[in-house]
RNA sequence: CGGGGUGUAGCUCAGCUUGGCUAGAGCGCCUGGUUUGGGACCAGGAGGCCGUAGGUUCGAAUCCUAUCACCCCGACCA
């Protein structure tokens, strides 16, 4: 390619909305353009990247016995009300009526698509195991698109799913998966980290995450000290607290001080509570009331305050479902795990109405307790490190009071039907997990495999006959890469104050030739000599043959971080020789215009080589 | 969705508080000349319904109202 012809739209300074590196360089680099919130342009570069990655993406499914195939990115919304997905993925699933006034989705992912052709398909023992995968665009209308292609409403996702008589040969494919991304990500370039992960809305058990280190990642990894284990914050099991641990008035127990009653006006936040009575928010205990399954959007919108009073007892019905409330206690300093939280249930959760919460503790939001509300809800789910607290600073369940020395075990049950102790926060700085200190690292998730089991077979009657005659479901696995990540992580990976550092695997172009002096026929004619003994040998190369200062050539080249660059000018000609840099170095290198070719193909061989990092630290003896 | 912020030239921004504008700067772009190994210099030039719609006013980029778009923060707040 010529540098010449080609749309390579550069700036010097960074459009003000781009925030991290990775989303300012491929913005400065001309890959991309933003054309409305969260979604962009891929221009030649950007898409000769992600085509890169795409390329090694297929190589390496194909290698390892998956077949490509392409769904359709509308789907219509049946085939998600039979699995209820349509509810889970709530506002994020972007739908839309076509001119007949049916519904449709635009694909988020493919479970349900994927499923339904399996069921059709699939009839026999004989046909399985089968992995099928695509690569298409994936759209979710993001509550909030951030850091550009980090978190953009559309996306390039790979995605692939296996169907299965017995689970031997799942656990063999899903670890088949594992090591062909493992292969992938290091063909990348790419440092990464595979953690345990809870396999959240997709459902079923058993899931891995590979995740790119690096401060801009959304993603929160938590491992042990000694890198054993590795597990993202949705997973990240903690240690319960021992009781004797936590204060040394532990043993005062019953004989603590006897609740008392404060009136904290208007004193609604951890923060500010803490502020008024002089304590800490380790000191405290959030109460916090949660409507279990969550209530459909229809069914919040109806509950008015009118309606809260009359609904009588703490259970809401609805339309055959029975709508729980759960009172959910952490400590002051402690977040909810989500994903902890709907394990232990045994269902999704949400936080409660407004008007629930006033219905049920008699107070404003802000003022919940533990005290007196067993009667009051379905159940109480503590969290061990409440458990373990001595002495604590609850709401009172009535508007602007709390309440001081309460203690678990003595002013509230710990056990009962109704009452489950378990681990259901965000693992924090301080926390161990077998005894080990946790650390904590951010991370972008670039790849997950999950094992999904029946959940959709099921749904959707995707069933084959076993030898005995007899119908199964299908067993289900499901394996994704986010392809634009991939190259915003590389990015993130590999920079410098100049510009991108590409991986030589999915840099848009191998080496550029650059060549200096337009007007000296010598330069032009060895740098395009060069140029097509790169091509002749099928490397990927750029001649920047633009009439331009050999400042801006030098400043463009690394912006748009090409590995090696070729340099062509006058001096050098004159006597003969070529200079060759790589763009990860600062020195370079002079050789014999003749030997040129022959170098660069030798350097874009060893870079490509040296590609295989590595996995870095904590991957734990998961595997096995 | 809640809170905060910003919309002025392709990009980065000034001007708005205290209306007087025939709207500015740097970068980029076009022409000519001098330069030419790390984003050159000089001269000339093109480019804007000041996000959009109303309103106040003799007069609005500037004040008021509405609306749209974009950016940042936000599970709780017990």
Same mark, same amino acid.
């Given at each position: 390619?010529?540098?010449?012809?080609?749309?390579?739209?550069?700036?010097?300074? @960074?459009?003000?909305?781009?925030?991290?590196?990775?989303?300012? !360089?491929?913005?400065?680099?001309?890959?991309?353009?933003?054309?409305?919130?969260?979604?962009?342009?891929?221009?030649?570069?950007?898409?000769?990247? #992600?085509?890169?990655?795409?390329? &090694?993406?297929?190589?390496?499914?194909?290698?390892?016995?998956?077949?490509?195939? #392409?769904?359709?990115?509308?789907?219509?919304?049946?085939?998600?009300?039979?699995?209820?997905?349509?509810?889970?993925?709530?506002?994020?699933?972007?739908?839309?009526?076509?001119?007949?006034?049916?519904?449709?989705?635009?694909?988020?992912?493919?479970?349900?698509?994927?499923?339904?052709?399996?069921?059709?398909?699939?009839?026999?023992?004989?046909?399985?195991?089968?992995?099928?995968?695509?690569?298409?665009?994936?759209?979710?209308?993001?509550?909030?698109?951030?850091?550009?292609?980090?978190?953009?409403?559309?996306?390039?996702?790979?995605? @692939?799913?296996?169907?299965? @008589?017995?689970?031997?040969?799942?656990?063999?494919?899903?670890?088949?998966?594992?090591?062909?991304?493992?292969?992938?990500? *290091?063909?990348?370039?790419?440092?990464?980290?595979?953690?345990?992960?809870?396999?959240?809305?997709?459902? =079923?058990?058993?899931?891995?995450?590979?995740?790119?280190?690096?401060?801009?990642?959304?993603?929160?990894?938590?491992?042990?000290?000694?890198?054993?284990?590795?597990?993202?914050?949705? %997973?990240?099991?903690?240690?319960?607290?021992?009781?004797?641990?936590?204060?040394?008035?532990?043993?005062?127990?019953?004989?603590?001080?006897?609740?008392? *009653?404060?009136?904290?006006?208007?004193?609604?936040?951890?923060?500010?509570?803490?502020?008024?009575?002089?304590?800490?928010?380790?000191?405290?205990?959030?109460?916090?009331?949660?409507?279990?399954?969550?209530?459909?959007?229809?069914?919040?919108?109806?509950?008015?305050?009118?309606?809260?009073?009359?609904?009588?007892?703490?259970?809401?019905?609805?339309?055959?479902?029975?709508?729980?409330?759960? @009172?959910?206690?952490?400590?002051?300093?402690?977040?909810?795990?989500?994903?902890? #939280?709907?394990?232990?249930?045994?269902?999704? +959760?949400?936080? $409660?109405?407004?008007?629930?919460?006033?219905?049920?503790?008699?107070?404003?939001?802000?003022?919940?307790?533990?005290?007196?509300?067993?009667?009051?809800?379905?159940?109480?789910?503590?969290?061990?490190?409440?458990?373990?607290?001595? &002495?604590?600073?609850? =709401?009172?369940?009535?508007?602007?009071?709390?309440? %001081?020395?309460?203690?678990?075990?003595?002013?509230?049950?710990?056990?009962?039907?109704?009452?489950?102790?378990?681990?259901?926060?965000?693992?924090?700085?301080?926390?161990?997990?077998?005894?080990?200190?946790?650390?904590?690292?951010?991370?972008?998730?670039?790849?997950?495999?999950?094992?999904?089991?029946?959940?959709?077979?099921?749904?959707?009657? /995707?069933?084959?006959?076993?030898?005995?005659?007899?119908?199964?479901?299908? !067993?289900?696995? /499901?394996?994704?890469?986010?392809?634009?990540?991939?190259?915003?992580?590389?990015? *993130?990976?590999?920079?410098?104050?100049?510009?991108?550092?590409?991986?030589?695997?999915?840099?848009?172009?191998?080496?550029?030739?650059?060549?200096?002096?337009?007007?000296?026929?010598?330069?032009?004619?060895?740098?395009?000599?060069?140029?097509?003994?790169?091509?002749?040998?099928?490397?990927? +190369?750029?001649?920047?043959?633009?009439?331009?200062?050999?400042?801006?050539?030098?400043?463009? $080249?690394? #912006?748009?971080?090409?590995?090696?660059?070729?340099?062509?000018?006058?001096?050098?000609?004159?006597?003969?020789?070529?200079?060759?840099?790589?763009?990860?170095?600062?020195?370079?290198?002079?050789?014999?215009?003749?030997? +040129? +070719?022959?170098?660069?193909?030798?350097?874009?061989? !060893?870079?490509?080589?040296?590609?295989?990092?590595?996995?870095?630290?904590?991957?734990?003896?998961?595997?096995?």
């Amino acid at each position: 390619m010529r540098y010449s012809r080609m749309l390579i739209p550069t700036i010097k300074e @960074a459009p003000a909305d781009a925030e991290i590196t990775s989303h300012k !360089l491929m913005l400065r680099a001309g890959l991309m353009r933003k054309i409305a919130s969260g979604t962009y342009t891929y221009l030649p570069l950007g898409w000769r990247s #992600l085509l890169k990655v795409i390329t &090694i993406i297929r190589d390496e499914m194909n290698k390892a016995g998956a077949q490509e195939i #392409l769904m359709p990115s509308v789907q219509p919304i049946e085939l998600w009300q039979k699995t209820g997905r349509n509810i889970d993925y709530g506002e994020t699933l972007a739908t839309f009526k076509d001119r007949h006034g049916r519904e449709n989705v635009l694909a988020p992912t493919a479970e349900e698509v994927v499923t339904s052709i399996a069921a059709g398909e699939i009839n026999s023992y004989k046909q399985l195991p089968l992995n099928i995968y695509q690569i298409s665009f994936k759209f979710r209308d993001e509550f909030r698109p951030r850091f550009g292609p980090l978190r953009s409403r559309e996306f390039l996702m790979k995605d @692939a799913y296996s169907f299965h @008589a017995d689970e031997t040969c799942l656990d063999k494919e899903y670890w088949n998966m594992y090591e062909t991304y493992k292969r992938i990500f *290091e063909r990348c370039g790419l440092d990464y980290v595979i953690v345990e992960a809870e396999s959240g809305e997709m459902g =079923g058990s058993g899931s891995h995450q590979f995740t790119i280190p690096c401060d801009s990642g959304e993603d929160i990894i938590v491992y042990t000290e000694d890198s054993a284990y590795a597990a993202n914050i949705e %997973k990240a099991p903690v240690d319960p607290i021992p009781k004797n641990m936590v204060s040394p008035q532990a043993c005062l127990g019953v004989n603590s001080p006897a609740p008392q *009653e404060i009136h904290t006006p208007n004193v609604g936040s951890i923060d500010a509570v803490c502020a008024f009575l002089k304590t800490q928010p380790k000191d405290m205990i959030k109460t916090l009331i949660y409507t279990s399954p969550p209530l459909t959007a229809e069914l919040k919108k109806s509950i008015s305050r009118e309606q809260a009073k009359h609904t009588g007892g703490a259970v809401i019905v609805g339309e055959g479902v029975d709508y729980q409330h759960v @009172a959910v206690l952490v400590r002051g300093d402690h977040e909810i795990n989500p994903e902890k #939280l709907r394990i232990v249930l045994g269902d999704s +959760a949400e936080l $409660a109405e407004p008007e629930e919460i006033q219905f049920i503790t008699n107070a404003k939001v802000g003022f919940a307790g533990p005290v007196g509300l067993a009667d009051k809800v379905d159940r109480i789910i503590i969290d061990h490190a409440v458990a373990a607290m001595a &002495i604590g600073v609850t =709401g009172a369940n009535k508007t602007d009071y709390h309440i %001081k020395n309460v203690v678990p075990g003595r002013d509230f049950p710990l056990e009962g039907d109704n009452v489950t102790i378990a681990d259901i926060r965000n693992a924090v700085e301080g926390d161990t997990y077998n005894g080990k200190k946790l650390l904590f690292k951010h991370g972008i998730e670039v790849g997950q495999v999950f094992k999904l089991g029946t959940k959709y077979s099921k749904k959707l009657d /995707c069933n084959f006959l076993d030898d005995s005659g007899k119908e199964n479901p299908c !067993l289900m696995g /499901c394996y994704g890469i986010g392809v634009n990540r991939i190259v915003a992580s590389a990015i *993130e990976l590999g920079n410098d104050d100049n510009g991108i550092i590409w991986p030589i695997s999915i840099a848009p172009f191998e080496v550029i030739v650059t060549s200096l002096n337009q007007d000296d026929k010598d330069v032009v004619d060895t740098a395009e000599k060069i140029y097509q003994q790169l091509l002749d040998k099928n490397i990927d +190369a750029l001649l920047d043959d633009r009439d331009l200062r050999a400042g801006i050539k030098f400043k463009d $080249a690394d #912006l748009i971080g090409i590995p090696v660059r070729v340099t062509v000018g006058s001096k050098s000609v004159k006597e003969g020789s070529i200079e060759i840099k790589l763009r990860s170095e600062q020195q370079s290198q002079k050789f014999p215009i003749n030997d +040129a +070719a022959d170098k660069t193909i030798e350097i874009v061989d !060893l870079l490509k080589k040296q590609l295989i990092h590595p996995v870095i630290p904590a991957q734990a003896g998961i595997q096995g």
